[in-house]
C-alpha cells in the first residue's frame, strides 16, 4: 500500500470536493491502494515503475464531470490533492 505522507489539499480541490459532498478520504483511499482513476496505459505504468523505483505517483478522478489530481512526492513525505489547473 502506497504511504502517503502529509496530506495537503488545494483550496481550489476542497471548495469542489465540499460543493459536490465528496470526501477527499475517498479519493486519497482509491490512490493508495492503486485505483489511479483516468490514466492512460502509459501513465498506469510509469505508477507501477514509481512504486518500484521511488518516484512520485500520480492520479486522476473525475468527480461528478470535475477532474481531481492526488499526487504523492516521490519521497512519500506528502501527497496533495488538487484541481488541474492548481498543478
Do not use: C
Amino acid at each position: 500500500m502506497l504511504e502517503l505522507g502529509h496530506v495537503f489539499i488545494t483550496s481550489g480541490a476542497m471548495i469542489v470536493l465540499k460543493t459536490l459532498e465528496v470526501s477527499p478520504s475517498t479519493l486519497l483511499k482509491r490512490h493508495q491502494e492503486g485505483d489511479w482513476g483516468e490514466l492512460d496505459d502509459e501513465d498506469r505504468k510509469a505508477n507501477q515503475d514509481a512504486l518500484i523505483y521511488g518516484l512520485r505517483v500520480m492520479s486522476v478522478y473525475r468527480v461528478l464531470g470535475v477532474r481531481v489530481r492526488v499526487i504523492t512526492e516521490a519521497n512519500r513525505s506528502s501527497t496533495t490533492i488538487l484541481l488541474p489547473e492548481e498543478y
